[in-house]
Protein backbone atom coordinates (compact mmCIF):
# COMPACT_ATOMS: atom_id res chain seq x y z
CA UNK A 1 0.00 0.00 0.00
CA UNK A 2 1.68 3.09 -1.08
CA UNK A 3 -0.21 5.94 0.36
CA UNK A 4 0.87 9.63 2.31
CA UNK A 5 -0.31 12.76 3.80
CA UNK A 6 0.00 16.12 3.00
CA UNK A 7 -0.76 19.95 3.89
CA UNK A 8 -2.83 21.65 1.57
CA UNK A 9 -4.61 25.06 1.27
CA UNK A 10 -7.52 23.67 -1.13
CA UNK A 11 -8.93 26.31 -3.93
CA UNK A 12 -12.36 26.21 -2.63
CA UNK A 13 -13.74 30.06 -1.15
CA UNK A 14 -16.10 30.48 1.57
CA UNK A 15 -18.31 32.90 1.32
CA UNK A 16 -15.94 35.52 3.40
CA UNK A 17 -13.40 34.72 0.16
CA UNK A 18 -11.46 32.60 2.43
CA UNK A 19 -9.55 29.27 1.68
CA UNK A 20 -9.62 26.35 3.73
CA UNK A 21 -6.80 24.56 5.50
CA UNK A 22 -6.64 20.53 4.79
CA UNK A 23 -4.76 17.31 4.98
CA UNK A 24 -4.73 15.69 1.61
CA UNK A 25 -4.38 11.88 2.40
CA UNK A 26 -3.35 10.49 -1.64
CA UNK A 27 -2.80 6.51 -2.42
CA UNK A 28 -2.53 4.84 -5.75
CA UNK A 29 -3.25 8.69 -6.96
CA UNK A 30 -6.40 9.08 -5.35
CA UNK A 31 -7.22 11.76 -2.58
CA UNK A 32 -8.95 12.60 0.13
CA UNK A 33 -9.54 15.32 1.90
CA UNK A 34 -9.62 16.21 5.88
CA UNK A 35 -10.15 20.01 6.41
CA UNK A 36 -8.65 21.18 9.88
CA UNK A 37 -11.70 23.88 10.01
CA UNK A 38 -9.40 27.11 10.04
CA UNK A 39 -9.67 29.79 6.64
CA UNK A 40 -6.99 32.00 5.47
CA UNK A 41 -6.36 34.61 2.89
CA UNK A 42 -4.74 33.21 -0.49
CA UNK A 43 -2.07 35.95 0.56
CA UNK A 44 -1.19 34.01 3.68
CA UNK A 45 -0.30 31.07 2.01
CA UNK A 46 3.53 29.87 1.45
CA UNK A 47 2.71 27.41 -0.96
CA UNK A 48 6.83 26.73 -1.61
CA UNK A 49 7.57 25.70 2.51
CA UNK A 50 3.93 24.62 2.69
CA UNK A 51 3.13 27.03 5.68
CA UNK A 52 1.31 30.01 6.75
CA UNK A 53 3.28 32.97 6.30
CA UNK A 54 4.01 35.19 9.21
CA UNK A 55 2.58 38.07 8.00
CA UNK A 56 -0.43 35.94 9.29
CA UNK A 57 -1.78 37.14 12.69
CA UNK A 58 -2.14 33.68 13.96
CA UNK A 59 0.47 32.07 12.38
CA UNK A 60 2.92 30.53 14.90
CA UNK A 61 -0.36 28.51 16.00
CA UNK A 62 -1.60 27.77 12.97
CA UNK A 63 1.69 25.91 12.02
CA UNK A 64 1.89 24.27 15.11
CA UNK A 65 -1.50 22.78 14.34
CA UNK A 66 -0.71 21.29 10.94
CA UNK A 67 2.37 20.56 12.21
CA UNK A 68 0.64 18.06 14.72
CA UNK A 69 -1.94 17.20 12.32
CA UNK A 70 0.29 15.81 9.91
CA UNK A 71 2.68 14.07 12.38
CA UNK A 72 -0.57 12.60 13.68
CA UNK A 73 -1.81 11.51 9.98
CA UNK A 74 1.87 9.85 9.18
CA UNK A 75 1.85 8.03 11.81
CA UNK A 76 -1.33 6.21 11.05
CA UNK A 77 -0.58 5.62 7.52
CA UNK A 78 2.99 4.16 9.08
CA UNK A 79 1.36 1.57 11.74
CA UNK A 80 -1.44 0.74 8.81
CA UNK A 81 1.42 -0.01 6.46
CA UNK A 82 3.10 -1.79 9.02
CA UNK A 83 0.34 -3.82 9.52
CA UNK A 84 -0.17 -4.66 6.22
CA UNK A 85 -3.42 -3.63 5.68
CA UNK A 86 -4.65 -2.84 2.02
CA UNK A 87 -7.79 -0.88 2.39
CA UNK A 88 -9.60 1.97 0.36
CA UNK A 89 -8.71 5.85 0.35
CA UNK A 90 -11.97 6.40 2.36
CA UNK A 91 -11.49 3.92 4.86
CA UNK A 92 -8.54 5.40 5.65
CA UNK A 93 -9.79 8.52 6.31
CA UNK A 94 -11.72 7.11 8.61
CA UNK A 95 -9.11 4.94 10.45
CA UNK A 96 -7.53 8.37 10.61
CA UNK A 97 -10.12 10.89 12.56
CA UNK A 98 -12.78 8.60 13.05
CA UNK A 99 -11.33 9.18 17.26
CA UNK A 100 -11.85 12.88 16.46
CA UNK A 101 -15.64 12.73 16.11
CA UNK A 102 -16.90 14.59 19.24
CA UNK A 103 -13.34 15.76 20.39
CA UNK A 104 -13.85 19.51 19.28
CA UNK A 105 -15.11 22.16 21.49
CA UNK A 106 -18.17 22.58 19.50
CA UNK A 107 -19.11 18.79 19.24
CA UNK A 108 -19.18 18.58 23.04
CA UNK A 109 -20.98 21.88 23.07
CA UNK A 110 -23.85 20.91 20.78
CA UNK A 111 -24.20 17.94 23.21
CA UNK A 112 -24.43 20.50 25.96
CA UNK A 113 -26.84 22.51 24.01
CA UNK A 114 -28.83 19.73 23.43
CA UNK A 115 -29.49 18.32 26.68
CA UNK A 116 -30.30 21.82 28.06
CA UNK A 117 -33.01 21.85 25.28
CA UNK A 118 -34.15 18.02 26.16
CA UNK A 119 -34.20 18.88 30.08
CA UNK A 120 -36.66 22.23 28.82
CA UNK A 121 -34.20 24.49 30.17
CA UNK A 122 -34.49 26.87 27.65
CA UNK A 123 -33.74 30.16 29.27
CA UNK A 124 -30.35 28.76 30.12
CA UNK A 125 -30.07 27.27 26.31
CA UNK A 126 -30.82 30.28 24.60
CA UNK A 127 -28.40 32.24 26.32
CA UNK A 128 -25.49 29.56 26.64
CA UNK A 129 -26.45 29.34 22.76
CA UNK A 130 -25.95 33.30 22.02
CA UNK A 131 -22.35 32.57 24.25
CA UNK A 132 -21.12 29.40 22.34
CA UNK A 133 -21.89 30.95 18.84
CA UNK A 134 -19.24 33.99 20.55
CA UNK A 135 -16.45 31.43 21.11
CA UNK A 136 -17.16 30.49 17.24
CA UNK A 137 -17.21 34.03 15.61
CA UNK A 138 -14.07 34.63 17.38
CA UNK A 139 -11.99 31.58 16.87
CA UNK A 140 -13.54 31.25 13.20
CA UNK A 141 -13.29 27.68 13.17
CA UNK A 142 -15.86 24.92 14.31
CA UNK A 143 -12.76 22.75 14.43
CA UNK A 144 -11.29 24.00 17.82
CA UNK A 145 -9.82 22.08 20.28
CA UNK A 146 -9.49 22.24 23.36
CA UNK A 147 -5.78 22.79 23.48
CA UNK A 148 -5.90 25.47 21.51
CA UNK A 149 -8.33 26.99 24.49
CA UNK A 150 -5.26 28.31 26.65
CA UNK A 151 -4.87 31.28 28.63
CA UNK A 152 -3.69 33.47 26.03
CA UNK A 153 -6.85 32.42 24.43
CA UNK A 154 -9.10 33.10 26.76
CA UNK A 155 -7.66 36.86 27.38
CA UNK A 156 -7.53 37.56 23.85
CA UNK A 157 -11.52 36.24 23.90
CA UNK A 158 -12.49 38.08 26.50
CA UNK A 159 -11.08 41.57 24.76
CA UNK A 160 -12.64 40.24 21.76
CA UNK A 161 -16.23 40.73 23.97
CA UNK A 162 -15.49 43.72 25.30
CA UNK A 163 -14.36 45.76 21.99
CA UNK A 164 -16.61 43.96 19.24
CA UNK A 165 -19.78 43.00 21.34
CA UNK A 166 -19.37 45.82 24.52
CA UNK A 167 -20.37 43.43 26.89
CA UNK A 168 -20.30 44.16 30.65
CA UNK A 169 -18.10 42.64 32.97
CA UNK A 170 -20.59 40.39 33.88
CA UNK A 171 -22.08 39.23 30.85
CA UNK A 172 -18.16 38.31 30.02
CA UNK A 173 -18.08 36.46 32.95
CA UNK A 174 -21.16 34.42 31.94
CA UNK A 175 -19.32 33.62 28.56
CA UNK A 176 -15.78 31.83 30.49
CA UNK A 177 -18.22 30.41 32.72
CA UNK A 178 -19.85 28.20 29.94
CA UNK A 179 -16.38 27.63 28.05
CA UNK A 180 -15.06 26.01 31.80
CA UNK A 181 -18.29 24.10 31.93
CA UNK A 182 -17.66 22.73 28.71
CA UNK A 183 -14.00 22.53 29.25
CA UNK A 184 -14.45 20.20 31.96
CA UNK A 185 -16.70 18.39 30.48
CA UNK A 186 -14.14 17.30 27.92
CA UNK A 187 -11.93 16.34 30.85
CA UNK A 188 -14.23 14.03 32.38
CA UNK A 189 -14.48 12.17 28.62
CA UNK A 190 -10.80 12.10 28.71
CA UNK A 191 -10.76 14.23 25.74
CA UNK A 192 -7.88 16.60 27.11
CA UNK A 193 -5.65 16.39 30.19
CA UNK A 194 -6.31 17.85 33.37
CA UNK A 195 -2.82 19.14 33.07
CA UNK A 196 -3.90 21.76 30.08
CA UNK A 197 -6.78 22.90 32.13
CA UNK A 198 -6.75 27.07 31.72
CA UNK A 199 -8.83 28.03 34.75
CA UNK A 200 -8.51 28.42 38.22
CA UNK A 201 -5.02 28.97 39.88
CA UNK A 202 -2.53 29.88 37.68
CA UNK A 203 -5.00 30.45 34.85
CA UNK A 204 -8.01 32.43 33.97
CA UNK A 205 -9.73 33.09 37.62
CA UNK A 206 -13.52 33.54 36.85
CA UNK A 207 -15.01 36.19 39.52
CA UNK A 208 -18.41 37.50 39.58
CA UNK A 209 -18.36 41.54 39.75
CA UNK A 210 -20.94 43.01 42.50
CA UNK A 211 -24.11 43.31 40.80
CA UNK A 212 -26.09 46.62 41.49
CA UNK A 213 -29.32 45.57 42.78
CA UNK A 214 -32.14 48.09 43.94
CA UNK A 215 -35.84 47.89 44.36
CA UNK A 216 -38.53 50.81 44.93
CA UNK A 217 -38.95 52.40 48.67
CA UNK A 218 -41.77 52.69 50.51
CA UNK A 219 -42.55 56.36 49.07
CA UNK A 220 -42.14 54.89 45.76
CA UNK A 221 -44.30 51.71 46.09
CA UNK A 222 -47.35 54.12 47.15
CA UNK A 223 -46.95 56.57 44.44
CA UNK A 224 -46.72 53.57 42.45
CA UNK A 225 -50.39 52.10 44.04
CA UNK A 226 -51.73 55.03 43.73
CA UNK A 227 -50.94 56.65 40.79
CA UNK A 228 -53.77 57.87 38.13
CA UNK A 229 -54.67 58.34 34.74
CA UNK A 230 -53.35 55.09 33.31
CA UNK A 231 -54.36 53.27 30.36
CA UNK A 232 -55.66 49.23 30.18
CA UNK A 233 -52.62 48.05 29.28
CA UNK A 234 -50.34 50.17 31.83
CA UNK A 235 -52.97 48.92 34.46
CA UNK A 236 -52.49 45.71 33.71
CA UNK A 237 -48.83 45.85 33.59
CA UNK A 238 -49.12 47.45 37.11
CA UNK A 239 -51.19 44.71 38.61
CA UNK A 240 -49.34 42.01 37.50
CA UNK A 241 -45.87 44.19 39.08
CA UNK A 242 -47.44 44.30 42.55
CA UNK A 243 -49.00 40.92 42.39
CA UNK A 244 -45.50 39.55 42.17
CA UNK A 245 -44.41 42.15 44.24
CA UNK A 246 -47.14 41.43 47.41
CA UNK A 247 -45.95 37.58 47.19
CA UNK A 248 -42.19 38.44 47.76
CA UNK A 249 -41.29 38.83 44.27
CA UNK A 250 -42.75 35.94 42.61
CA UNK A 251 -40.65 35.72 39.04
CA UNK A 252 -42.82 36.55 36.30
CA UNK A 253 -42.97 33.63 34.44
CA UNK A 254 -44.69 32.25 37.37
CA UNK A 255 -46.59 34.63 37.83
CA UNK A 256 -47.84 34.41 34.27
CA UNK A 257 -48.67 30.81 34.33
CA UNK A 258 -50.71 30.49 37.68
CA UNK A 259 -53.92 29.14 37.54
CA UNK A 260 -57.10 29.56 39.50
CA UNK A 261 -56.77 26.46 40.59
CA UNK A 262 -53.43 27.24 42.33
CA UNK A 263 -55.61 29.37 45.04
CA UNK A 264 -57.74 27.45 47.72
CA UNK A 265 -58.43 28.68 51.01
CA UNK A 266 -57.28 32.19 49.93
CA UNK A 267 -53.81 30.27 49.79
CA UNK A 268 -51.73 30.29 46.91
CA UNK A 269 -49.90 26.37 46.28
CA UNK A 270 -47.77 26.48 43.61
CA UNK A 271 -44.27 24.83 42.25
CA UNK A 272 -41.69 27.61 41.02
CA UNK A 273 -40.49 26.80 37.66
CA UNK A 274 -36.96 27.54 37.84
CA UNK A 275 -35.96 25.23 40.98
CA UNK A 276 -39.43 23.54 41.12
CA UNK A 277 -39.75 24.60 45.23
CA UNK A 278 -43.28 23.75 46.58
CA UNK A 279 -44.81 27.33 47.30
CA UNK A 280 -47.40 27.91 50.05
CA UNK A 281 -48.50 32.18 50.67
CA UNK A 282 -51.53 33.58 52.04
CA UNK A 283 -53.13 35.93 49.56
CA UNK A 284 -52.27 39.43 50.69
CA UNK A 285 -55.38 41.68 51.24
CA UNK A 286 -53.83 44.13 49.39
CA UNK A 287 -53.28 41.47 46.28
CA UNK A 288 -57.15 40.23 46.20
CA UNK A 289 -59.00 43.49 44.25
CA UNK A 290 -55.90 42.56 41.71
CA UNK A 291 -57.77 38.78 41.42
CA UNK A 292 -61.22 40.00 41.46
CA UNK A 293 -60.48 42.41 38.58
CA UNK A 294 -59.58 39.00 36.47
CA UNK A 295 -61.75 37.11 37.85
CA UNK A 296 -64.88 38.25 34.92
CA UNK A 297 -62.84 36.46 32.72
CA UNK A 298 -62.67 33.16 34.35
CA UNK A 299 -64.15 30.53 32.53
CA UNK A 300 -62.92 27.93 35.11
CA UNK A 301 -60.48 26.67 37.87
CA UNK A 302 -57.91 25.56 35.27
CA UNK A 303 -58.01 28.91 33.37
CA UNK A 304 -54.94 31.17 33.69
CA UNK A 305 -55.60 34.45 36.09
CA UNK A 306 -53.25 36.58 33.72
CA UNK A 307 -54.49 36.65 30.30
CA UNK A 308 -51.13 36.43 28.41
CA UNK A 309 -50.88 32.47 28.75
CA UNK A 310 -54.50 32.08 27.61
CA UNK A 311 -53.47 30.98 23.88
CA UNK A 312 -50.59 29.69 23.85
CA UNK A 313 -49.54 25.78 23.82
CA UNK A 314 -48.57 24.82 27.24
CA UNK A 315 -47.40 21.75 26.26
CA UNK A 316 -44.81 23.38 24.44
CA UNK A 317 -41.82 24.40 26.14
CA UNK A 318 -40.64 26.44 23.30
CA UNK A 319 -44.08 28.36 22.66
CA UNK A 320 -44.74 29.52 26.68
CA UNK A 321 -41.01 30.43 26.81
CA UNK A 322 -41.18 32.60 23.56
CA UNK A 323 -44.09 33.99 24.95
CA UNK A 324 -43.00 34.76 28.27
CA UNK A 325 -40.18 36.61 26.97
CA UNK A 326 -42.61 38.68 24.35
CA UNK A 327 -45.22 38.72 27.23
CA UNK A 328 -42.00 40.76 29.82
CA UNK A 329 -40.82 42.84 27.32
CA UNK A 330 -44.09 44.31 26.29
CA UNK A 331 -45.09 44.99 30.48
CA UNK A 332 -41.46 46.77 31.03
CA UNK A 333 -42.55 48.91 28.34
CA UNK A 334 -45.52 49.93 29.71
CA UNK A 335 -44.61 49.92 33.58
CA UNK A 336 -41.51 52.50 31.87
CA UNK A 337 -44.54 54.30 31.50
CA UNK A 338 -46.52 53.72 34.65
CA UNK A 339 -43.44 54.87 36.24
CA UNK A 340 -42.81 58.06 34.40
CA UNK A 341 -46.43 59.17 35.51
CA UNK A 342 -45.51 58.22 38.95
CA UNK A 343 -42.10 60.20 38.54
CA UNK A 344 -40.38 57.32 39.65
CA UNK A 345 -37.05 58.48 38.15
CA UNK A 346 -35.77 54.43 38.96
CA UNK A 347 -35.69 51.86 36.23
CA UNK A 348 -39.12 49.46 36.90
CA UNK A 349 -38.97 46.51 35.60
CA UNK A 350 -40.84 43.23 36.23
CA UNK A 351 -37.48 41.98 37.74
CA UNK A 352 -37.54 44.93 40.20
CA UNK A 353 -40.38 43.72 41.92
CA UNK A 354 -38.47 41.03 43.12
CA UNK A 355 -35.80 43.74 44.25
CA UNK A 356 -38.23 45.86 45.80
CA UNK A 357 -39.45 43.39 48.23
CA UNK A 358 -36.13 42.71 49.50
CA UNK A 359 -35.30 46.86 49.58
CA UNK A 360 -38.35 47.53 52.07
CA UNK A 361 -37.84 43.93 54.10
CA UNK A 362 -34.50 45.24 54.85
CA UNK A 363 -33.81 43.27 58.24
CA UNK A 364 -36.99 43.14 59.33
CA UNK A 365 -37.89 39.43 58.41
CA UNK A 366 -35.58 36.70 59.92
CA UNK A 367 -33.11 35.27 56.97
CA UNK A 368 -34.70 31.91 57.60
CA UNK A 369 -37.73 33.07 56.65
CA UNK A 370 -36.90 35.14 53.78
CA UNK A 371 -35.25 31.74 52.38
CA UNK A 372 -38.49 30.67 52.20
CA UNK A 373 -40.07 33.41 50.88
CA UNK A 374 -37.81 34.00 48.29
CA UNK A 375 -37.44 29.96 47.59
CA UNK A 376 -33.71 29.68 47.79
CA UNK A 377 -32.56 26.56 48.17
CA UNK A 378 -29.61 27.60 49.82
CA UNK A 379 -29.77 30.25 53.06
CA UNK A 380 -26.37 31.30 51.55
CA UNK A 381 -28.37 32.76 48.59
CA UNK A 382 -30.32 34.86 50.37
CA UNK A 383 -27.87 36.30 52.80
CA UNK A 384 -25.69 36.85 49.77
CA UNK A 385 -29.19 38.37 47.53
CA UNK A 386 -30.11 40.37 50.81
CA UNK A 387 -26.75 42.39 51.39
CA UNK A 388 -28.16 44.26 48.79
CA UNK A 389 -31.06 45.82 50.37
CA UNK A 390 -29.63 45.55 54.38
CA UNK A 391 -27.71 48.71 54.73
CA UNK A 392 -28.96 50.42 57.98
CA UNK A 393 -26.06 48.47 60.10
CA UNK A 394 -23.60 49.97 58.16
CA UNK A 395 -25.90 53.63 57.67
CA UNK A 396 -25.36 53.69 61.68
CA UNK A 397 -22.25 52.78 62.01
CA UNK A 398 -21.39 55.96 59.51
CA UNK A 399 -23.10 58.09 61.61
CA UNK A 400 -21.85 56.96 65.20
CA UNK A 401 -18.33 58.66 63.34
CA UNK A 402 -19.00 61.65 61.79
CA UNK A 403 -21.84 62.80 64.01
CA UNK A 404 -19.54 64.73 66.89
Not at 87 to 100: A, F, G, M, P, T
Not at 119 to 140: I, M, T
Not at 187 to 194: N, P
Amino acid sequence: MTSNAKIVLRKKQNKQGLYPLAIRITKNRRSTYHYLGHYIDLKYWDEKDIRVKKSHPNAANLNNLLVKKLSEANKTLMNLQAEKQDISINRIKDKLYKDSNGSTFFEIAKVFLAELEANKKLARFYSDKVRVNHVLNFSKSNQLSFQEIDEKFLRNFKTHLKTKHGLSERSIVNNLVVIRTIYNRAIKLGIVDRKLYPFGSGGIQIKFPESQKSGLNKDELIALERVEGLTENEIHARNIWLFSFYLAGIRVADVLKIRWSDISDNRLNYRMNKNSKLLSLKIPEKALPILEHYSIHKQDDTDFIFPEMKTINIKSSKDVFRKINAATTMLNKYLARVAEKAKINKKVTMHIARHSFGTISEDKIPIKMLQKLYRHSSITTTINYQANFMHRDADDALDSVINF
